[in-house]
């Protein structure tokens, strides 16, 4: 093996593996499906007969201490590790729910002088390969020297956990080769049947196929088989006139066949259409044939199909070659031991690329390609955030919301379906392993066991509470390179315009002048000593607009009133609560109709405000809004949520509005920049109705619509990017966190 990942496997035989990822196939709809064969046919077509290719799909245990390491939380010594502790063991019982992992490569294989020569070769079929991929929306990537030696390891290794342990300096001088970094401790295959490795036991098999006609599921069905195998699939191409030839050669030893049945018929007396059956099939096979391979673009290959399997005993190789079996019978196939061949058989399987097995048969392109490999996506970014299992696979989901173009998040489901409980999880997820700060905007009155339990800061704001939050704070302590009171001035103005248009219908030039003219007036003070107790409330701005000579600033003034000693005056005061507390709660559900959209407005440019400092202070902002449709419903409050959707991404904001309502949301002239500007969307359970707007909206399959319909909470599909994952979460209940996020009566009960 060299470096680059070009191995040598007889002295002019080279070869070469992409590593590629898994796509939705087993649930997309029939139009995708004929899309993707077809995109693969074109793939499988551009091996000719001078490239053999192999590709192996290797499922092995999963490496439990890997993944123990990877989830592990680090303790910090402060009042949360206990609950980090329960995290992080919560996350590896779910990732051991799935036992096996996939990997899927294809290796291909050329002959050449030298390896100089065999580089050049492999190093351009790589970048066709890969592009060829890359048009099934595949993302594969050639393997390097060290990622092939580890692939190989594991394969020698599937059921006996030993890590690969090897640099290319350890063979310098040594006498040593890479070959013995990767074998097991030994191999025994004297027994005709089976083989063994180290302490395990193996059996190599290859796919008969008795069917003339071959289905798409063959692959995966073998492949749903919980155990550890590799299936590998030898192609190579025939020349194409010597296909032909062969086909016209078998057509007329048919034709023969049949003329001598015909005279054997006019001898003993009898009909001469009457034939044998098969004849009369394999003919019109034969001639079918001929036309794919002369009007269709197909090529001959001569395709071997090998599965190994591996097991700790004797008796559980046998079982599991025998559930194999049973599986393949339904597809008309056979799974029929190596006899004898053991050896050589799993020498072949390994995605080295040299096939040692004789046994062949010829398939045409779409034939060979019926064996594609895909069948569901996987998200699974190390260091992002977990969000239940794979429904399909069985894997666990994290991902990471900061590595999409736009993190911007939408949840969707029907109530009860376990929307803000997802957002919930999110957010302790997030607290627990990186430093974001976590804003929800809380209507119903339900994130505050959670903000407690994180030691969060919680703002009721009801025209009783005692909590405040003042509109004209400004925060100094950051440079944003902007002039802070110009900011406020934006705001201040909105601010009027919200409490006053009401009765007078916005505000006019000169009342924009009058108070653009009492902003400094009122912030002077402040700034001249900017300390906490100095920063004005909106009584100064009152004082300082009735002091003006202009009529107009009378009328703001009385207008403000209501809001400075009048009824409404919850907003006159200075903030006595944490705001840059890392979790704050904005408490809403008691704000009162007159307040509301002050109130609101209010909350929307304090996480603003926070979001531009966290972004030069290079942190990122999480921002939940709960009830969303509430949001939407005032022109106002909508026009500013739009507006984050838009600009947050470029500010470090990660905003997630969560709803029941898609109608609504689909409606409301804003939701265009909302939908389209988020990345990651969380489909929970939909009303039927809903579920077929969105699944024309987004294009979802049938198949995927069965995960949203009449699902339980806390299961649905995930729209990471461009991939659509079906997932579950069932978290369990038993945990310290589960108690601080459910809003169940009979959970609050106990
Ligand atoms: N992933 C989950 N695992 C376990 N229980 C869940 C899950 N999602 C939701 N639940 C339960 O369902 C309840 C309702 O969920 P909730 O998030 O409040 O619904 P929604 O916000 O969609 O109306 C939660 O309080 C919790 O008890
Ligand atoms: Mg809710």
């Known amino acids: 093996m060299y470096q680059d990942g070009v191995c040598r496997i007889t002295s002019r035989l080279f070869s070469k593996s992409v590593m590629c990822e898994d796509i939705n196939y087993a649930e997309a709809s029939d139009d995708e499906k004929a899309v993707l064969f077809e995109l693969y046919c074109k793939l499988?077509?551009?091996f000719g007969p001078s490239v053999g290719f192999e590709l192996s799909v290797v499922c092995c245990p999963a490496d439990m201490a890997e993944y123990r390491q990877m989830l592990a939380i680090a303790p910090q010594g402060d009042a949360f590790d206990e609950i980090r502790k329960e995290y992080s063991d919560m996350l590896?019982?779910?990732v051991a729910k799935s036992r096996y992992e996939r990997r899927i490569c294809l290796t291909y294989t050329i002959e050449a002088d030298n390896v100089k020569q065999a580089r050049s070769r492999l190093g351009q079929i790589d970048s066709d390969v890969v592009g060829h991929f890359r048009a099934l929306m595949v993302t594969a990537r050639p393997m390097d020297g060290y990622e092939r030696l580890a692939l190989l390891h594991k394969c020698l290794h599937l059921e006996e956990r030993r890590k690969f342990r090897f640099n290319w300096d350890s063979l310098n001088g040594t006498g040593l080769s890479s070959k013995d970094y990767i074998a097991p401790s030994s191999f025994f295959f004297k027994d005709g049947r089976y083989f063994r490795t180290g302490a395990s036991f193996g059996a190599v098999s290859f796919l008969q196929i008795r069917?003339?006609?071959?289905?798409?599921?063959?692959?995966?069905?073998?492949?749903?088989?919980?155990?550890?195998q590799i299936v590998s699939i030898h192609a190579k191409a025939l020349d194409q006139n010597a296909a032909l030839k062969a086909v016209k050669r078998k057509l007329s030893d048919l034709d023969?066949?049949?003329i001598d049945e015909q005279k054997r018929a006019v001898r003993s007396g009898f009909d001469m259409d009457i034939l044998p059956p098969d004849l009369v099939t394999f003919g019109r096979e034969a001639q079918k044939l001929l036309e794919d391979l002369q009007n269709h673009d197909e090529k001959m290959f001569m395709v071997t199909i090998l599965i190994v399997h591996m097991a700790s005993s004797r008796q559980k190789l046998e079982n599991l070659v025998y559930s194999a079996d049973g599986i393949t019978n339904t597809q008309n196939c056979d799974l029929?031991?190596?006899d004898y061949q053991q050896e050589q058989g799993f020498l072949s399987a390994l995605p080295i690329g040299i096939n040692q097995v004789e046994i062949q048969r010829g398939l045409t392109t779409s034939g060979t390609a019926i064996f594609l490999p895909f069948r569901a996506c996987e998200v699974f970014q190390k260091g992002g955030v977990y969000y239940g299992l794979n429904a399909t696979t069985g894997r666990m989901i994290l991902a990471d919301r900061k590595k999409l173009k736009c993190p911007n998040g939408v949840v969707l489901g029907t109530p009860g379906s376990g929307k803000s409980f997802s957002c919930k999880r999110e957010a302790a997820d997030v607290y627990l392993h990186t430093d974001d700060d976590l804003l929800f905007l809380d209507p119903e009155h339900e994130y505050l066991s959670l903000c407690r339990q994180l030691s969060g800061q919680i703002i009721r704001l009801a025209p009783d509470s005692g909590d405040y939050i003042n509109p004209l704070d400004v925060d100094l302590t950051v440079d944003t390179g902007e002039n802070p009171l110009l900011m406020k001035a934006d705001f201040i103005m909105s601010f009027c315009e919200l409490i006053l248009s009401a009765s007078q219908g916005g505000l006019k030039p000169i009342e924009k002048s009058v108070i653009d003219r009492c902003i400094p007036k009122v912030y002077r003070e402040y700034l001249k000593k900017p300390r906490p107790e100095r920063m004005p409330v909106l009584g100064d701005l009152y004082q300082c607009l009735r002091?003006?000579?202009e009529g107009q600033a009378q009328e703001l003034a009385t207008a403000l009133e209501l809001y400075v000693s009048g009824s409404l005056s919850y907003l006159n005061h200075q903030t006595n609560v944490n705001i840059n507390n890392r979790v704050v709660c904005y408490d809403i559900s008691a704000l009162g109709q007159?307040?509301?959209k002050p109130g609101m407005l209010t909350v929307q440019n304090n996480i603003w405000q926070r979001t531009t400092v966290n972004r030069y202070a290079g942190k990122t902002t999480r921002i939940?809004?709960?009830e969303f449709h509430l949001l939407l419903k005032e022109p106002q409050t909508a026009a500013y949520t739009a507006e984050i959707y838009k600009r947050f991404r470029k500010w470090n904001g990660i905003p997630t509005a969560l709803t029941q309502n898609v109608k609504d949301l689909l409606d409301s002239p804003e939701i265009e920049n909302i939908l389209e500007n988020s990345d990651f969307i969380l489909m929970l359970n939909q009303a039927a109705s809903d579920r077929n707007i969105l699944a024309q909206r987004l294009g979802i399959s049938p198949q995927e619509l069965t995960h949203i319909t009449n699902s339980g909470a806390g299961e649905g599909l995930l729209f990471f990017g461009d991939k659509i994952i079906p997932f579950i979460d069932k978290f369990p209940t038993d945990t310290k966190l589960y108690q601080v996020m459910t809003t169940k009566p009979a959970d609050l009960a106990e």
């Open 44 to 46: 499988v077509n551009y």
């Open 336 to 338: 029929i031991r190596l």
């Open 211 to 228: 069917a003339t006609k071959l289905y798409d599921t063959l692959l995966n069905s073998v492949l749903e088989l919980e155990g550890s």
């Open 594 to 596: 007159n307040l509301k």
């Open 92 to 94: 590896v019982g779910q």
């Open 547 to 549: 002091s003006q000579e």
């Open 624 to 626: 939940y809004l709960d």
């Open 256 to 258: 023969k066949a049949k």
